[in-house]
């Protein structure tokens, strides 16, 4: 069976610091990988996603950035975190095909202090 | 900017009521249609999806009705249980690679 891995679930992390958040996927091959952030009142916003490796579309123009180093390896990324930052960040994989479901990890709720 | 755009943000509806939740859209290009759930401090799951070819999906007490021409769908939860309270999003699948969601709709149901 399928699984997604995020981590970790929380952190806080100083104005200015990097950020590194992975999500890995278990059980499939070649799937569309995506980062979410949540924030209130505006729902899950699509930030960047991926339909191979080395190939990362950003759909949000921001401090963060993403890579696909392997075929079910998913990073954001961060060189100078700003407050605006904060949010719950969720990585989601789907098939890639018609009708597909996407698959949510659990979030990574991120308070930049 | 939204793919979709969803109403209402919130939403109070009595046990046993009827919930409806609304979305729009304005890319025709769009053929794939799922409402996802999210309980608080969780990732979202699919609860239905429907294509443009038909214009109603039933499962259980949820429905999406779909209006094409009007480029519009709604999610209707039937006899709304407190354990359906819970934020909605819809959604829209874009060239088979890009899912994108509304702002969602959180739904409380009152005893």
């Known amino acids: 069976s399928q699984t997604i891995h995020q981590w970790p679930a929380t952190l806080v992390q100083p104005v200015g610091s990097p950020l590194s958040l992975e999500c890995t996927v278990e059980?499939?091959?070649?799937?569309?990988l995506y980062w979410y952030r949540q924030a209130a009142g505006r729902g899950l916003q699509l930030l960047f996603y991926s339909v191979g490796i080395g190939q990362i579309s950003s759909e949000v123009p921001q401090n963060l950035s993403a890579s696909r180093p392997q075929d079910r390896q998913f990073i954001l990324s961060s060189k100078k975190l700003l407050l605006s930052d904060s949010g719950f960040y969720l990585c989601?994989?789907?098939?890639?095909?018609?009708?597909?479901?996407?698959?949510f990890g659990q979030g990574t709720r991120l308070t930049v202090v | 900017q939204q793919q979709v755009k969803q109403s209402p943000q919130s939403l109070i509806v009595q046990k046993g009521g009827i919930s409806i939740i609304n979305c729009a859209y304005e890319?025709?290009?769009?053929?794939?249609f799922p409402w996802y759930q999210q309980f608080p401090g969780k990732g979202p799951a699919l609860l239905i999806a429907i294509r443009p070819d038909v214009s109603e999906k039933k499962e259980g007490r949820f429905t999406i009705s779909f209006n094409k021409s009007a480029k519009q769908f709604s999610l209707h939860i039937m006899d709304s249980q407190p354990g359906d309270s819970a934020t909605y999003f819809c959604g829209s699948l874009f060239g088979n690679e890009k899912l994108t969601f509304g702002t969602g709709t959180r739904l409380t149901i009152i005893p």
């Open positions: 989601a994989w789907d098939t890639g095909g018609r009708l597909t479901e996407a698959f």
């Open positions: 059980g499939t091959s070649n799937p569309n």
């Open positions: 890319n025709t290009a769009f053929d794939y």
